[in-house]
């Protein structure tokens, strides 16, 4: 069974950094494809980063946005930088066999960030 699995959501103040962790189980990140996404309150669903450790190719909606592979742990890791209070949504990681704009195979359950100022 695939899972994925969110950490890090929470308050965050504005201004400061965000670290989100995407955990991994039944699948092999280096195999896929890796996009993160939000949504906030009253707003469709966006994608704000993919990334494909095989190839390095990579995606990111803002400058502000990162994100690590750690094959090791089969963990992903998104940093974003100087969070302001329209950041606040719930973030999730999804899997994609191909590209994330292509197709999605997994979501996970998403985790809360709320940005105060």
């Known amino acids: 069974e695939v899972q994925l699995v969110e950490s890090g959501g929470g308050l965050v103040q504005a201004g400061e950094s965000l670290r989100l962790s995407c955990k991994a189980s039944g699948l092999s990140i280096d195999h896929y494809a890796i996009g993160w996404y939000r949504q906030a309150p009253g707003k469709e669903r966006e994608e704000i980063s993919c990334t494909r450790t095989y190839d390095g190719k990579t995606h990111y909606a803002d400058f502000r946005i990162g994100a690590f592979s750690d094959i090791g742990k089969n963990t992903v890791h998104l940093h974003m930088n100087l969070v302001t209070p329209e950041d606040t949504a719930v973030y999730y990681c999804?899997?994609?066999?191909?590209?994330?704009?292509?197709?999605?195979?997994?979501w996970g359950q998403g985790t809360q960030v709320t940005v105060s100022s």
């Open positions: 999804a899997a994609s066999s191909a590209w994330c704009t292509e197709r999605i195979d997994y």
